[in-house]
């Protein structure tokens, strides 16, 4: 094979593969900046005087035409990267690099636009502001003193106060002292009863009243509270005398839940 053929061959190859890439790029939408135009068009002139045959020549008219548009898909992505303001994130970077502290500064001043500077007093709000400060009375007048009100005084019963709850019906350690008695009429013959066969009454209100007032029969030293932990249960037992333990003996708070749940499985007889 003579040199003149061997390198018209070597030229037809590389022409081929050269529109196979740029065919690629077309079909494939690859990025179309891996074809460098300036080598393929030194190849296009490097061989260009080699072709005699018109099919050499139609390979040669193909290479160009498919290097056409690759350049057209390139000058599409530089238009469509300019109106919307693309800048190479690497360029970017290399830019912001060489500039020193004061003109990074000095830039970042000239676009900051704080959200504040958006939430400013508006003409409005500044009238509506005078509009009320020209409303408003002088201190002088807005501080006069109110003079008392005048009421007429008069007699009143212990049934009207008792009435009004200014006074109770009975002194609290008259009913403390009643509410013991019950209580000891209530024990069984062990001198106890369950807490709540005692507090439990027909209605929600007066068990929250009984368990108030025994709360301080058991903290004034009326009666004591027997807790059976295992099985669950809380027996009321009264003294035959008060006994005054506070010094004596350190004393122990035990809370007890009352609440309408609990109320309720008692009503049911499902309480212990």
């Known amino acids: 094979m003579s040199a003149k053929r061997q390198r018209k061959k070597l030229g037809s190859q590389r022409l081929q593969r050269v529109i196979a890439l740029c065919k690629s790029i077309e079909e494939r939408g690859l990025d179309p900046f891996i074809v460098d135009v300036d080598d393929i068009l030194t190849v296009v002139r490097e061989y260009f005087p080699e072709w005699e045959l018109p099919e050499e020549l139609c390979l040669d008219s193909e290479a160009i035409h498919k290097l056409a548009s690759v350049i057209k898909l390139q000058s599409d992505w530089v238009k469509h990267q300019s109106t919307s303001l693309y800048t190479d994130p690497f360029l970017l970077e290399e830019k912001i690099r060489r500039l020193s502290k004061e003109e990074l500064a000095n830039l970042f001043l000239e676009i900051w636009h704080p959200i504040v500077e958006l939430e400013q007093i508006s003409p409005h709000s500044l009238a509506e502001a005078t509009k009320y400060w020209q409303n408003l009375l002088p201190i002088s007048e807005r501080w006069l003193k109110t003079s008392p009100l005048e009421t007429e005084t008069g007699a009143t019963t ?115």
Request: aromatic share 14%.
């Open 158 to 272: 212990r049934e009207e106060l008792i009435k009004q709850r200014i006074l109770a019906e009975k002194a609290f350690s008259e009913e403390l002292e009643m509410f013991w008695e019950d209580l000891k009429q209530k024990v069984d013959d062990a001198g106890k009863i369950r807490y709540w066969d005692f507090v439990g009454a027909d209605t929600y209100s007066e068990t929250i009243k009984r368990a108030y007032m025994t709360s301080f029969l058991v903290t004034y030293g009326y009666a004591t509270l027997e807790v059976h932990r295992l099985e669950e249960e809380i027996f009321i037992k009264p003294f035959e005398k008060p006994a005054f333990m506070i010094g004596k003996k350190q004393l122990i708070s035990i809370p007890v839940s009352v609440s309408v749940e609990e109320w309720m499985k008692w009503k049911r007889g499902e309480q212990d």
